[in-house]
């Protein structure tokens, strides 16, 4: 019997994901079906129940549903303590597993795809939601030799900054508002705010992208405000966030069927459509 898999959110007609998973099961020779599932937003609890019901082995959840699947899952993963969110359940006889996969499809996109080694860099990481707190620990467990957490409110950033500073070896964890930025400079800067959605790019003062930077935006798209802004300020490198899709997919599968599934051929077919 085909199992059964889907992702679950609220719009959910855009996700790439049903693709991305097909291309996955086709390169591993993985027998599994994936669809999407539009859940009204007072009922995912009721839309995960009724897909377990049916045989139902994994859900990978987007937005507005990612806390709720937090809430709802038994059993976690310590990345999806850490984001206290959770973007992958899987189910089993011992109930639901919650997983967060997010951060380290980011990292992998930054190390595997772009080249990037992250040891001993300078990272600027922008914003202080659920985006920003899904990557500080897989970011902070490649041992950077800085990573800055800035957001437009500063507190919000310090408070999020002193909850993950016992995860930073030596003291590599900075936070506070966009305006302690001038003067400093980074190798890499990451976009996690909501700006891009918006249509609007983050105002960063000049200089803070170093020679040789790369700046990434979660966002995915092409030419992002984020990433155009950067390009006038001199970002040498720049990417969206279709690899992190890819990744964190991949990551998703790996839980799943026991398989890490090949990510270039699914990227490449995502860039050429």
């Known amino acids: 019997m085909t199992d059964r898999y889907a992702v679950v959110g609220n719009p959910v007609a855009h996700s790439k994901s049903p693709r991305i998973h097909a291309a996955f099961a086709r390169l591993t020779n993985q027998d599994l079906s994936y669809g999407a599932i539009l859940a009204p937003r007072d009922g995912f609890a009721d839309a995960v129940r009724a897909f377990i019901?049916?045989?139902?082995?994994?859900?990978?959840?987007?937005?507005?549903?990612?806390?709720?699947?937090?809430?709802?899952?038994?059993?976690?993963?310590?990345?999806?303590?850490?984001?206290?969110?959770?973007?992958?359940?899987?189910?089993?006889?011992?109930?639901?597993?919650?997983?967060?996969?997010?951060?380290?499809?980011?990292?992998?996109?930054?190390?595997?795809?772009?080249?990037?080694?992250?040891?001993g860099t300078r990272i600027l990481l922008l914003g202080a939601g659920g985006a920003a707190r899904g990557a500080l620990l897989p970011l902070l467990e490649q041992r950077p030799a800085l990573l800055h957490l800035a957001n437009r409110t500063a507190d919000k950033a310090r408070a999020l900054g002193e909850e993950f500073a016992g995860r930073a070896a030596g003291g590599c964890l900075e936070s506070g508002g966009f305006a302690g930025l001038a003067g400093r400079s980074f190798d890499l800067v990451i976009n996690a705010t909501a700006a891009s959605l918006a249509g609007e790019a983050t105002p960063l003062p000049a200089g803070v992208f170093a020679p040789g930077s790369l700046a990434y935006d979660m966002m995915y798209g092409g030419e992002t405000p984020f990433l155009s802004a950067a390009r006038s300020q001199g970002a040498d490198r720049r990417a969206d966030g279709l690899g992190m899709l890819v990744e964190q997919a991949a990551e998703s599968f790996l839980l799943w069927r026991g398989v890490r599934p090949p990510t270039a051929p699914v990227l490449a077919e995502l860039r050429g459509a």
């Open 53 to 119: 019901a049916a045989g139902g082995r994994g859900l990978n959840v987007t937005v507005p549903f990612k806390l709720e699947a937090f809430a709802l899952a038994q059993r976690r993963s310590p990345r999806a303590e850490a984001a206290q969110a959770v973007n992958t359940l899987a189910f089993s006889g011992e109930g639901i597993f919650g997983d967060n996969t997010d951060g380290a499809g980011l990292v992998a996109d930054l190390t595997r795809n772009l080249g990037l080694s992250l040891a």
